[in-house]
Structure formats: structure tokens, C-alpha cells
């Protein structure tokens, strides 16, 4: 089976509140998959599910072949996840963490210290491996973080908003290392709410919005379906209005037959968060 991730119908109740609603979703082997909505949309719902930390109410979920519900200790084997909340103990050095977690999930002790060596390496921390974990920066927490997860060697990654709270320097480094981390074979599950980060990091991405998944693809072609080119008019230097073209010279066109008091005009890309308003009518950032 080539999807890493396969669900059908999946619905996950709090109450009154459908945080996921008739969820289909594949993930393939292999790809970095984004997954895109606004504050409550069910990323975090639809994640904790996925890796067994929480139980739908119905529907089907499997991850690598294996039914998250009955077979939950087969699922963990083959996962690694980051939560949206991190996980590290700050009262510990990165090392010490990475010690905790790697006893978790049973790894000899020869090969625990090869392995966190190994992995200190490929995040450039070794020369932070024992300092504790309040010292360290933003963006070397979320790189410690990440590799307490990678300890058992998971083929599938679930990261939960991984680059929030981090700089834009920061941010980039760390979309550096999760391609890396991709190209070496890790397939990649990640929540954003930043458009940008699902536009150059990801194959594939998913918008979700109230438990819904309202659009699914390559965001190229998603911003294609909408037409790839947007003006932007600003309406009595009040109200901005957008449209969408296949290409510049139609959009150029409509532009040239718009009435002069249409004061600013913009002519750009489509982008993602254009995908989400249109379907949505409204913000990603939006709660
Ligand atoms: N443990 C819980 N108890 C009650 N309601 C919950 C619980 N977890 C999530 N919810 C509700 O389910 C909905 C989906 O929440 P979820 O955390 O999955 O959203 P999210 O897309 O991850 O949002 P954010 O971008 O803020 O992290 C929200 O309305 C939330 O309030
Ligand atoms: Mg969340």
C-alpha cells in the first residue's frame, strides 16, 4: 500500500464540537504533507488520533498499513512526533532528554549513546548536548526536540506546528533540516499556520476548517484551480477586492478596463491563503 496514512470517514467529537468531521486523507510515502487551518480547525485532534493518543469515535484510521485503534503498539513503532507543546524536560540537558526518550523506546544501551551521538551531529548540537534546555535558543530547542523523536529511527514524523515562535532565520534553518531529514527517507506529517511554510516545504498540503478538509493537492495546482494570478483593488480606499486569472495578460486586461477611481491596484501570484479565503471567506489566522 502507497499510502503511509489512509483515513475514511474519521470523526472525533469534544462535546458539540466536531474537531475532526468525515475525515479522508492519504499521505503518501515519502512526501512532505502539509497540513493548513486556522486555530480549531482539528490539526492537533486529527494528529493525536493518527498516533494513537487519542481514540475517534468512528470511522477508519491506518498508518503504514496498521489500524490505529487495534493495533496501536505496531503504529508507535514506525511514528516519531513532535507536539505543538514541547516535550522536553527543562530541567535536563538535551542529552539527558534525548537518554529519557531513547530508554523509552527500549534502545540497547551500546547503541543509545551511538545514536544520540549520531543524531547531536546531524543538528549540529554536540557542542550543546549538556547544557540544560532553558539555555538554549528558540530554534535549538524545537531541533532538540525533533531528534528526542528520531532516536527509534521512525520512518513517519508527525510535527505539530514545528517552526512557531521562531524568527525567520530560525525558521529557515529549520526547513533546511526537515528537508534534509526527508531526502535521507522520513516521510513528513506537519501543521502550520504559516502559508508560506506549506508553499516551499510541502509536496502536498491539506487545508482544514472546522473539521473539514475543504481542498487537498500540490499547492501549485491548487493555486492554479483558483486561477495563478491575483489583482488586488482597493475599493474607495476601503474595501479590498480580489480576483483571479489564469495568466498575467488576462489579468492585465481586466486591470485596463477597470474604472479609474479604482485607486490601488495589485497584480500578483496566487497564493495559498487565497485558496483558504475563497473557500472559507475567512483568515487562516483567523480563530
Ligand atoms: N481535549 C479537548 N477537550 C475539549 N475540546 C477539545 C479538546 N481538544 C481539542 N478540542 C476542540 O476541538 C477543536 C479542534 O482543536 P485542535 O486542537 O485539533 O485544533 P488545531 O487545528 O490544532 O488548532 P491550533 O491551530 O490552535 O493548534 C477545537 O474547537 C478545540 O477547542
Ligand atoms: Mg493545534
Known amino acids: ?30 512526501e512532505i504533507f502539509g497540513f493548513l487551518g486556522p486555530n480549531g480547525a482539528g490539526k492537533t485532534t486529527t494528529i493525536r488520533v493518527l498516533t494513537t493518543l487519542t481514540r475517534s469515535d468512528s470511522g477508519f484510521a491506518s498508518v503504514d498499513g496498521f489500524d490505529v485503534r487495534t493495533e496501536p503498539e505496531k503504529v508507535k513503532k514506525v511514528i516519531g512526533v513532535v507536539q505543538q507543546h514541547l516535550s522536553l524536560d527543562r530541567d535536563l540537558s538535551i542529552r539527558e532528554n534525548m537518554e529519557f526518550h531513547a530508554r523509552i523506546h527500549h534502545l540497547e544501551s551500546s547503541k543509545r549513546k551511538k ?93 482544514m476548517h472546522h473539521g473539514h478538509l475543504i481542498t487537498v493537492g500540490k499547492p501549485a495546482e491548487l493555486r492554479k484551480k483558483l486561477g495563478a494570478v491575483a489583482v488586488e483593488t482597493l475599493v474607495n480606499n476601503k474595501e479590498t477586492r480580489c480576483e483571479f486569472f489564469q495568466d498575467r495578460e488576462t489579468a492585465n486586461n481586466y486591470v485596463q478596463k477597470l474604472p479609474n477611481d479604482s485607486a490601488t491596484v495589485i497584480i500578483r501570484d496566487t497564493n495559498l491563503e487565497d485558496v483558504f479565503i475563497e473557500r472559507t471567506g475567512e483568515k487562516v489566522g483567523d480563530s
Not at 1 to 29: C, H, P, W
Open 1 to 30: 500500500m502507497n499510502n503511509f496514512i489512509y483515513t475514511e470517514n474519521l470523526t472525533k467529537s469534544y462535546g458539540n464540537i466536531k474537531a475532526i468531521d468525515n475525515l479522508d486523507l492519504q499521505v503518501e510515502r515519502g
Open 115 to 207: 545514536r544520540i551521538a549520531e543524531l547531536l551531529e546531524y543538528v549540529e548540537l554536540t557542542e550543546y548536548a549538556d547544557k540544560m534546555v532553558d539555555a538554549l535558543s528558540g530554534g535549538m530547542k524545537k531541533k532538540a526536540a525533533i531528534v528526542c523523536s528520531l532516536l527509534h529511527e521512525p520512518k513517519l514524523l508527525f510535527l505539530d506546528e514545528p517552526t512557531v515562535g521562531l524568527d525567520a532565520q530560525a525558521r529557515r534553518r529549520l526547513w533546511d533540516f526537515m528537508r534534509r531529514l526527508n531526502n535521507d527517507g522520513t516521510t513528513i506529517f506537519l501543521t502550520t499556520h504559516y502559508i508560506e511554510e506549506a508553499e516551499v516545504l510541502c509536496k502536498r498540503v491539506g487545508i
